[in-house]
């Protein structure tokens, strides 16, 4: 009878804490629907607010308003939530766009009107939020032609301050009798190990197939294979970032490049110094404190921690390339020589900059044809160049021509070789402009 009894009292606690179960995650998903949320990174904001909610057992149904902006742009759009709280929380949501506002909001209404342009399901569990999305198939005929979007799918993952996802876009059209434009498949993967903090360590890519446009004089633009990466990394207070571009090439109604790429690097920057410059870009212009108190120990730690910056532009494959550039800017106080911001010519003593630009003949003819209108014939820029050389300026060697500028310690250097002279109108200019 004993052991009937503890069996029973077991099986009461069992069903009334599954009966408990949809008031908790229902509670749990009211709080994520309805409390204000904002989101900012850079230039773009995403703000949430919850507009009502309709609380059942196992299921309610809420509205929110979901505002995007970037800068002074901003699209407005009206959410209707379908919640599952029998165990895990599930929201089936649905954005539409409202009417007014600027005009992409204008013209996002105009394609979907009072339509769901983007439909998603987040599942909610302990501390981890999954949400899979989607954009239907949309055609429009609009003025002047039809407009064709194959949809989008995507999904995102949320685990404390962790964020990771993906989003495929579909290919987009638009078939014009005057003009014309196509965009292929398109893809963005990210991760961040903190989504609120955008000096911390994350990763991005971003791939475009196609895109096609055809203008209404009958002048054409086409790429092909543009790829974007992005990483940053962070060490106690050095902060290091990469940025790639490349693409495979460029074709326009005067010519094409192919194998462009573009690589930014920078290293040992004081997060301090970040942090206050992403809170100025942040406030008002009239908000802004400048006095030196606020911003020198910041900029004397970033200094301090010897920055560097790298940027490498290559026309070709990079073992037979046609053109290259190539920056790198450095800062290193001298031993012995305090930093002192009150005198920003003793500054250039640390900076070490040098820059090496070279190209082919046969990128020199190409561009000289493709900008004769404001250079010349390929004659007049061979005799520009040659006068160059003549002064020292350019080196000519067997894969065409190459020069290197360079500032360290004072010193202007051309190809290796100081030119004081050029050091010394340089300090002039610079003492005249400082009167």
Known sequence: MKKLAVISSLAVIVAGGAAAVPYYVGNKAERYITEPQTYEQGQVALRHRGESYER???????????????????????????????????????????????????????????????????RLKAGRQQTEFHMPETRKRLDGGELHLAGLRGAFQVEGARLAGH??????????????????????????????????????????????????????????????????????????????????????????????????????????????LLALDEQDEAERNLSPEVWQPPLRRFLENNPKARLDIVLGPETDAKASLGWELMYRQPDGMPLDLENPFELFAGLDTTATLAFTDEFIEELAVLLQEYWGSPEDVIAALSLLESNGFLVRNGQGYRVKLGWRQGDILVNDTPRPELAMMLGMLLASSMQ
């Open 56 to 122: 059942g057992y196992l299921s309610s149904r809420a509205q929110t308003r979901l505002t995007w902006q970037l800068e002074d742009e901003i699209i407005e759009f009206a959410a209707t939530h379908e919640i599952d709280h029998a165990f895990t929380p599930r929201i089936v949501s649905r954005f539409r766009v409202l009417p007014g506002g600027g005009e992409v909001q204008q013209a996002l209404h105009e394609i979907f009107g009072d339509e769901p342009l983007l439909m998603a399901d987040t």
């Open 167 to 276: 989003v495929d876009v579909q290919p987009i059209s638009f078939n014009g009798a005057v003009a014309s434009a196509h965009v292929g498949a398109q893809r963005l993967e990210l991760q961040a190990s903190d989504r609120n903090d955008q000096l911390g360590p994350g990763s991005a890519s971003y791939v475009m197939k196609s895109a096609q446009l055809r203008d209404a004089d009958g002048e054409s633009v086409a790429l092909r294979d543009l790829r974007l990466r992005t990483s940053q990394t962070a060490v106690g207070t050095s902060i290091d970032s990469e940025v790639v571009i490349e693409l495979a090439a460029l074709e326009t109604s005067a010519g094409s490049l192919e194998n462009l790429s573009l690589r930014f690097t920078a290293s040992n920057l004081h997060r301090e110094l970040m942090e206050l």
